[in-house]
């Protein structure tokens, strides 16, 4: 299209200079009285014609064909390069926009899920510590002169039957396998938490055409970079580093204290979608 422009433009000037020339230099030899003088109507009934036949001809030279030229343009309406009223269908409505909370709302509890997976695998480790210190109080059992145990063996202690009870507790919850659940359930909270914080500034970007920078949008940012912290402790962790294992459990409480923090402000916005969008 713009090198048809381009050509009307630089054509439009010779013709005009060539049909004004040919009109004022050249006598008009008419044989009728009554037509001596060319009327403004009969030059320009004369000039497109002209015109119409030049600009074929430099159009057909050309390196593009006409209509490679104006097919795309004709098929793209001016609307297409808006990013709101109705262009991407649905996923600027409803039911793409309700995604978002839905997912992050059901993110949220399986936060507190896969916190008691973790807590309970920290448990299996540190009932082995308690157990290890309540021996070392145990007292020595008491032997005859002779060096031999006593006939009937004494009741256990206070301090031997605790060991007892943490001993089973430990046996159970080893049987619970924490330690591969909380990993898993980490990891698809890290892959599903990532993907759905961007998801959900992507639906906003469709539904407004723009972001709206507040509180709602910077405490997502904030617990999608604390999901990543804490997940880039796990190799300190497994090589036995403590102070690894205490800053993955205030990251991450941390990160569940900004989840209820974000949860207002998240119902706001999702009146906010019922109000100002459509089904579906």
């Known amino acids: 299209m713009a090198t048809t422009l381009s050509l009307l433009r630089l054509r439009l000037p010779t013709l005009s200079q060539k049909s004004s020339h040919q009109t004022h230099s050249k006598p008009v030899d008419l044989p009728n009285p009554a037509r001596s003088t060319i009327s403004k109507h ?29 097919l795309p343009l004709l098929l793209l309406e001016p609307k297409d390069a808006l990013a709101v009223d109705g262009e991407f269908g649905i996923l600027e409505g409803r ?14 509890f399986y936060t507190l899920w896969a916190g008691y997976l973790g807590w309970q695998w920290r ?10 210190e309540l021996k070392k109080q145990v007292k020595p059992v008491a032997v ?39 990993f898993n359930a980490g990891s698809l909270l890290l892959g599903f938490g990532v993907l759905e914080a ?33 997940a880039s402790l796990v190799p300190a962790m497994q090589k036995g580093n ?12 941390l990160n569940v204290l900004l989840f209820i923090w974000q ?14 969008t459509t089904w579906p």
């Open 42 to 70: 009969s030059i320009v009934s004369i000039h497109p014609e002209r015109l119409i036949s030049e600009t074929t001809h430099l159009l057909k030279s050309a390196s593009l064909p006409l209509t490679a030229l104006t």
């Open 242 to 253: 403590e102070t690894a294992r205490n800053l993955h459990i205030a990251l991450n409480g």
């Open 95 to 108: 039911t793409f926009a309700l995604i978002h909370p839905i997912v992050m709302g059901g993110l949220f």
């Open 123 to 132: 448990r299996v480790r540190t009932i082995q510590n308690e157990i290890n």
């Open 263 to 276: 949860i207002p402000t998240g119902i706001e916005i999702v009146f906010k979608v019922f109000e100002f």
């Open 144 to 182: 005859t002169p002779e060096g031999s145990p006593p006939a009937e063996a004494p009741p256990p202690s206070p301090i031997e039957y605790k060991i007892q009870q943490l001993t089973e507790e430990r046996k159970e919850l080893i049987k619970g396998s924490f330690r591969d659940r909380h």
């Open 198 to 230: 961007i998801g959900g500034g992507v639906n906003t970007w469709f539904r407004t055409g723009k972001l709206f920078p507040g509180p709602h949008l910077f405490a997502g940012a904030a617990i999608t970079a604390l999901w990543a912290a804490a």
